[in-house]
């Protein structure tokens, strides 16, 4: 039996069970074979950017969650990605309207936080597992193996 250089953490096995279970529906509704969430009204600004988004963020997170599971390094370049593409976006649909105006203080206060939120535990999340991947980890020595 193989071993790898790199054992992965509990949290690492928790996050890859999480991210495909939220998303893989997420990817799923975005291609159409699942019906969308009747909760949640669908926002009708910036409608070709939301399309894209809603296709890419869950395939970075699925991505970024089957390196991880290997334990590989190029699982922290994906959610570094995807970490930047929130932020970027985030800010674009928070602070501008379709009329490429700003949007009121109002507005934008009731979604600052949130995005705040998001960039902070995404990029939290990337510096944990470039953490966990690029650590250099013991292997099992063969007396042990043998025992």
């Known amino acids: 039996m ?15 069970i999480g991210v495909l279970i939220i998303s893989g529906p997420t990817l799923l509704r975005a291609l159409h074979v699942i019906p969308p969430l009747a909760s949640f009204p669908a926002p009708t600004d910036h409608l070709p950017l939301r399309q894209v988004l809603k296709f890419v963020e869950p395939v970075l997170d699925l991505l970024g969650a089957i390196y991880l599971w290997q334990m590989r390094p190029f699982a922290t370049i994906l959610f570094a990605a995807e970490a930047i593409v929130i932020a970027l976006s985030g800010l674009y649909l928070g602070f ?34 470039w953490h966990i991947t690029t650590r250099p980890r013991s292997i099992p020595s063969e007396s042990v193996l043998s025992n």
């Open 96 to 129: 501008i309207d379709p009329g490429e105006r700003m949007r009121t203080l109002r507005t934008v206060h009731h979604t600052t936080a949130i995005y705040l939120f998001i960039v902070a535990f995404e990029f939290a999340l990337t510096i944990y597992v």
């Open 2 to 16: 193989g071993y790898s250089n790199r054992k992965r953490p509990m949290l690492a096995s928790v996050l890859c």
